[in-house]
């Protein structure tokens, strides 16, 4: 009983510091909304996004540590790895390159990751993966969701939708995975004009009402980027005649 008391504290510490290993939800970036949310699994299996301002820009970083039972350590290792390498100010590629090299020498477990850099001024967004699952991205002006795994531009009113494993790895008695469901969720909130933290809480909830993932086997991860719609200048009437405004 003394051990099983232990190994419950151990797993809430866990927890906890992982949970102080993520960055705030909401990452600043000039005419967009983008918002992240980590629903830690009662036993963590290590799953984190962090943000890195860059001029002009955003930096995102995911982390999925694979292992079996409580992946802290393993964390830890990757998170500290990770802002090491975000600090030489390397390029996309080359930063996934340095980070791989360098968590190859320190841990055994896989890791997936997924960089992204998001221009503020144009919206573009460069990628660069290690076993990430394909984001997906909302077009406002079609209407569609659809996965890419290149590079894009965020038009005004558009998404893109980062998750891991954990959430798309998710099935229904069948057998059947969450990730076409997500797909439909992401889509209906989408045309439905909701706002980012709207639509987040929509995709959560639809994971939780999916059949078969009431017992969370895994972190879901969940990181959104939306390009706001650049406000109309108000309208000024002129006078063209007549005694001139008091």
């Known amino acids: 009983?003394?051990?099983?008391?232990e190994g419950v504290a151990e797993i809430a510490t866990a927890r906890e510091q992982q949970l102080c290993l993520l960055s705030e939800e909401r990452g600043e970036l000039a005419g967009h909304d983008v918002l992240g949310r980590c629903l830690v699994a009662p036993v963590p299996t290590g799953a984190v996004y962090l943000y890195f301002p860059r001029p002009g820009g955003l930096r995102i970083a995911c982390i999925d540590v694979a292992g079996d039972g409580p992946a802290l350590s393993s964390l830890r290792v990757t998170v500290g790895v990770l802002y090491n390498e975000m600090d030489r100010g390397a390029d996309l590629t080359e930063s996934l390159a340095g980070l791989r090299r360098s968590l190859r020498k320190v841990m055994p477990?896989?890791?997936?990751?997924?960089?992204l850099d998001v221009e503020a001024a144009t919206g573009r967004v460069?990628?660069?993966?290690?076993?990430?699952?394909?984001?997906?991205i909302w077009r406002q002006r079609t209407g569609d969701v659809a996965t890419t795994a290149t590079?894009?531009?965020l038009d005004e009113g558009d998404s893109l939708l980062i998750c891991n494993h954990g959430v798309l790895q998710e099935t229904d008695p069948g057998g059947s995975p969450f990730s076409?469901?997500?797909?439909?969720?992401?889509?209906?909130?989408?045309?439905?004009?909701?706002k980012t933290e709207q639509l987040l809480r929509h995709l959560f909830g639809a994971l939780f009402?999916?059949?078969?993932?009431?017992?969370?086997?895994?972190?879901?991860?969940?990181?959104l980027v939306t390009r706001n719609p650049v406000a109309s200048e108000p309208l000024v009437l002129q006078r063209t005649g007549g005694r001139p405004p008091p």
């Open 126 to 136: 460069h990628m660069a993966d290690h076993a990430w699952p394909t984001p997906v």
């Open 151 to 153: 590079d894009l531009v």
């Open 209 to 223: 009402l999916f059949p078969g993932s009431g017992a969370q086997r895994a972190d879901h991860l969940m990181v």
């Open 180 to 194: 076409s469901a997500v797909l439909e969720a992401f889509a209906d909130g989408s045309r439905q004009g909701m």
């Open 109 to 115: 477990d896989p890791v997936a990751v997924m960089l």
């Open 1 to 5: 009983r003394r051990l099983r008391r």
